[in-house]
């Protein structure tokens, strides 16, 4: 079994900057990807950023030079600097993890139960 906890979220005035941090925990042999969602309310969730395993990055366009996202692979943590926050930032960040369980290959995927983000203007 696999846990996926979120930690770091909070309330923080516009232009300031929170980091986020995802934990996976249990029966891993390795981790293939590790992302960051959010869903505000009343919105669709949408990708933030991911990362691979080689350390590969991806981001959504609305936080391209204002987030940054990295892993720890020694501790199956992943972060998520944000920074230069805007009310539209607002909204639950949640991890989204697949990991391989054994040598055979056997994966898992699942989320996290998520952190809430606000940014007051």
């Known amino acids: 079994q696999v846990q996926v906890v979120e930690s770091g979220g909070g309330l923080v005035q516009a232009g300031g900057s929170l980091r986020l941090s995802c934990a996976a925990s249990?029966?891993?042999?390795?981790?293939?990807?590790m992302d960051w969602y959010r869903q505000a309310p009343g919105k669709q969730r949408e990708l933030v950023a991911a990362?691979?395993?080689?350390?590969?990055?991806n981001y959504a366009d609305s936080v391209k030079g204002r987030f940054a996202i990295s892993r720890d692979n020694h501790k199956n943590t992943m972060y998520l600097q944000m920074n230069s926050l805007k009310p539209e930032d607002t909204a639950v960040y949640s991890c989204n993890v697949e990991a391989v369980l054994d040598h055979l290959g056997t994966t898992w995927h699942g989320w996290g139960q998520g952190t809430q983000v606000t940014v007051s203007s």
């Open positions: 249990g029966n891993i042999f390795s981790i293939n990807f």
């Open positions: 990362i691979t395993s080689g350390g590969s990055t």
